[in-house]
């Protein structure tokens, strides 16, 4: 495979300095609806928060890859004297938790980075600067990107079976 | 499909047991809009004034604004609505923190109350799931460790959890609802809810919140955060730094206290000690309160951080938000600020009003002092002073001996003591017990906010008008020049015109007119927040907010597609106001109860007074005695409420 130059999006977290407002979780579920902005509802938000006051653990969490299966092995982490599990950490939509699925279909979802926009969205309304933004330009071998759809599909896949999915599409496409 | 609204409410019949889910009016909300206005309506329609306050009719409301769970920052507050055991009258208490907003999502409106379980249990609403929870395991519990019992039980961190504590159990008057870093604990609320033997309400939510008109919808937010960073680079000089910024009081952000320390009164509200705050005390108090303090945290979708999250060694954690940092230290005379981080712990597991319950106990050693209550009632209490309010506050809480007396509230107890007791219980405004301010001049606007707010609550009145006057016409003209937020530009004018000292100062100016317009504009701001749901630190309260008369009518239509302008929502304002006062002047509300504590000026005119009153009452289309006219009422479209009145003998035919 060929090396090129790619643009990394990153969004830097400092946890320190989140309020726990949740502004990301709401504006993301918001950019994110059809039509733009014509709903909101967290549990639909590509960033959730692992919240724990009186714990003081505030961290915000990016979707991230789907995975059909959860880990064996699951560690923990002590920062700062306070207790984080593998999955508190984690970007994956995995069956072992609710996180980052669809509430009503229970499709994975992922960050886009919202893509075409200046800067995120959640960055944008995270006036406590919890959140920033920059690019960073690395060289890297360039792999095929999945689409939403192809990772939509491939959770379908490994949940239902291959043929199943493939029956509930010609079906469907009958009906059309 | 509804827009911002969820369209339902769920109504509990908790002696009973039964669980209803009922489709809400849409044309309520045209004439009333949610939150407060919804609230009241019900309880106008539901609860007659022969309900006393711990009655099975009476009703416990939990209702979200109109625009809760909107993307509006700073939208999120529960709006709990009763009647008050401490007053008889309508009692209405808002918490912010994330309760209402997950009620929103999980499709609901109000939650209403009615009747009493036998047995102590809890409520779980998970979207269309709602059980009534047997509770026994969560007796006597803390109201910050309810909340997390329930959340491990249920095995979701994400449930939003109001619960009360003991006091609340115990139906102590001023017991609050605690949640999270929120509380709504005044008047006595959390008693109503413990009389009900409801513990806890835990919402989780995962629907959507719909909005008509989401590009403008969205603008608007955008520009309200883009005038909250703005604003946050310029605060209001010439005044404290608590009222420059934006949000509730910053008390957990600033640790200079000069100006509470050395302007409240020490003990039951009577000793000012102007030279307390030193360079010692302010280092130590500085030192303390950022031990203390983990994190600066904010309700939903708000960037403010008003509260913060308390660490101290030897105790458990939790949140705190406001003035109550001070209220113990100030009550007891204790000169040391990690007395008030520790004595509130304890009072936020209990569940009790910070505001109110020092007060209560201040009081109750100003009897011991005077004679009227003896050694007897004070049997086992510490000599010190920390002690003895420690000691105290766990009798009030269970009730136990003069605890069970002084656990009424200071007007209360007071008439149960006797022996002159009722002297003692000086600082309250129809029997609920008022900051610890005493001032000389009397002030105009605050004598009518004081005497006729129906929140009884000053920090819940005020706001939008500078507290004082600014010494130099320099500063005014720089303070009105983007002051956009007047409803009139003759306010300006009467900013610009008023001074420190001479004619144009207190008591004639500002004069009773400008006075009565004065308190009709913050006092519509309030109502629009309460009925939408909006934080006051973001609208009513501060100088300069994000919010105002001119935004709010473009917020409210592209958010629900109802067609409104300011007039219309003057309009519901003007509703609002006459259905919480109907509701007051039916239970029994009379012109004689409208008037501050005797000592809270030095100075006072009492023909002045009179005028004041006969005006306020006149602009808002009310009677001499404070009651809705007839013709008022109908302007309003509210001639439900004249012929209730009339039936009643409360208005006369005429
Ligand atoms: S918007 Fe920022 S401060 Fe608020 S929860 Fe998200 S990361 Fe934290
Ligand atoms: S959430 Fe992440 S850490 Fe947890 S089981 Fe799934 S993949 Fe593993
Ligand atoms: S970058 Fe965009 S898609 Fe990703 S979490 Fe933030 S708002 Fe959502
Ligand atoms: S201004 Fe403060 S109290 Fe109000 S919603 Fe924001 S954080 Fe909460």
Redesign the pocket.
């Known amino acids: 495979m060929s090396k090129a130059m790619k643009k990394v999006k990153v969004i830097k977290i400092d946890v320190d300095k989140c309020n726990g407002c949740r502004a990301c979780e709401l504006i993301c579920s918001a950019f994110h609806a059809s039509p733009k902005y014509s709903s909101n509802n967290p549990e639909r938000s590509r960033i959730r928060l692992i919240r724990d006051p009186i714990k003081d653990i505030y961290l915000p969490v990016y979707a991230g890859e789907y995975t059909p299966a959860e880990c064996t092995g699951r560690n923990k982490y002590v920062i700062d004297g306070k207790e984080y599990n593998e999955c508190d950490t984690c970007r994956a939509s995995c069956p072992a938790r609710d996180l980052f699925k669809e509430p009503d279909s229970g499709l994975p979802l992922k960050c886009d980075m919202c893509d075409g926009e200046e800067e995120p969205m959640c960055v944008k309304w995270c006036l406590a600067k919890a959140l920033t933004y920059e690019e960073r330009e690395e060289e890297r071998e360039e792999e095929p990107q999945l689409g939403e759809m192809e990772i939509g599909l491939e959770s379908l896949v490994n949940r239902h079976g291959l043929q199943k999915v493939m029956d509930t599409v010609a079906r469907l496409s009958k009906k059309g | 499909m509804g827009y911002a609204e969820a369209g339902f409410n769920l109504e509990i019949d908790l002696t009973r047991g039964s669980i209803e889910r009922v489709p809400t009016d849409p044309g309520l909300s045209k004439l009333y809009l949610g939150g407060l206005g919804t609230n009241a309506k019900i309880l106008w329609d539901r609860v007659p004034p022969e309900v006393e306050p711990f009655a099975p009719e009476n009703l416990l409301i939990f209702g979200t604004g109109l625009l809760v769970g909107t993307p509006a920052p ?1 939208c ?1 507050r529960t709006i709990i609505s009763t009647i008050s055991p401490q007053t008889k009258l309508m009692a209405y208490s808002m918490m ?1 923190g994330f309760w209402a907003p997950e009620l929103k999502y999980a499709g609901y409106d109000k939650v209403v109350f009615r009747g009493k379980s036998p047995e102590l249990v809890y409520v779980y609403i998970h979207n269309d799931k709602v059980e009534i929870r047997d509770a026994s395991h969560l007796r006597g519990k803390g109201a910050v460790e309810t909340q997390e019992l329930i959340r491990k039980e249920l095995k979701d961190p994400n449930v939003q959890v109001a619960a009360i504590g003991l006091a609340g159990e115990n139906r102590v008057f001023t017991a609050s609802i605690e949640q999270g870093r929120s509380s709504a604990s005044r008047l006595g609320i959390g008693a109503v809810m413990g009389d009900k033997g409801l513990k806890a309400i835990a919402v989780r939510g995962t629907k959507d919140v719909n909005i008509a008109k989401p590009a403008e919808y969205m603008e608007l937010c955008n520009d309200v955060l883009k005038y909250i960073s703005d604003r946050e680079e310029k605060p209001v000089p010439g005044v404290m730094p608590i009222l420059a910024g934006l ?2 009081p910053q008390e957990m952000l600033h640790t200079d206290e000069k100006w509470h320390t050395e302007n409240f009164s020490w003990g039951n509200s009577r000793t000012r000690r102007k030279e307390f705050w030193t360079k010692e005390i302010e280092e130590k108090w500085t030192e303390t309160q950022e031990n203390a303090r983990t994190r600066l945290i ?2 939903y979708n ?1 960037p ?3 509260g913060a999250i308390i660490s101290l060694p030897g105790m458990s954690t939790y949140m705190m938000k406001c003035f109550s940092k001070l209220t113990y230290n100030m009550a007891a005379f204790v000169d040391d600020l990690d007395f008030g981080f520790r004595i509130a712990q304890r009072a936020t597991e209990y569940g009790v009003d910070g505001f109110s319950t020092p007060q209560i106990m201040a009081f109750a050693f100003e009897l011991r002092e005077a004679g009227i209550l003896t050694d007897k009632d004070f049997e086992g209490c510490p000599d010190d002073n920390e002690g003895k309010f420690y000691w105290l506050l766990d009798r009030i809480v269970r009730r136990e001996g003069i605890g069970n007396i002084l656990a009424d509230g200071t007007h209360w107890a007071a008439q149960h003591i006797g022996n002159g007791a009722e002297a003692y219980a000086h600082n309250n405004i129809k029997k609920h017990e008022q900051l610890p301010l005493k001032l000389g001049m009397l002030n105009p606007i605050y004598f009518l906010m004081y005497c006729t707010g129906e929140k009884l609550n000053i920090t819940q009145i005020e706001g939008q008008f500078p507290q004082a006057p600014f010494p130099t016409m320099e500063e005014r003209e720089e303070f009105v020049k983007d002051w956009v937020h007047v409803p009139d530009e003759k306010f300006k004018q009467y900013l610009l015109d008023w001074e420190m000292r001479g004619e144009n100062s207190n008591p004639y100016y500002p004069t009773v007119d400008m006075s009565v317009d004065i308190v009709d504009w913050q006092e519509k701001m309030h109502y629009i927040d309460d009925a939408l749901g909006m ?1 006051a ?2 609208s009513s309260f501060p100088l300069k907010p994000p919010y105002h008369i001119h935004n709010y009518p473009k917020f409210i239509s592209a958010a629900t597609g109802m067609e409104i302008d300011e007039d219309g929502l003057a309009t519901i304002y003007k509703r609002n106001r006459n259905l919480i006062r109907a509701i007051n002047v039916r239970r029994g509300l009379k012109r004689e109860d409208e008037k501050p504590p005797e000592d809270h000026w030095r100075k006072r005119f009492p023909e002045l007074e009179e005028q004041l009153l006969d005006a306020y009452y006149k602009f808002k289309g009310w009677n001499e005695q404070g009651v809705p006219t007839k013709e008022s009422l109908h302007e309003l479209g509210m001639d439900y409420i004249s012929e209730d009145l009339e039936k009643r003998g409360i208005l006369s035919y005429e």
Request: charged content about 5%; hydrophobic content about 15%.
């Open positions: 700073g999120n912010g949000g509730s904010s309700c708000c403010m951080k008003c934080c630190g973001l």
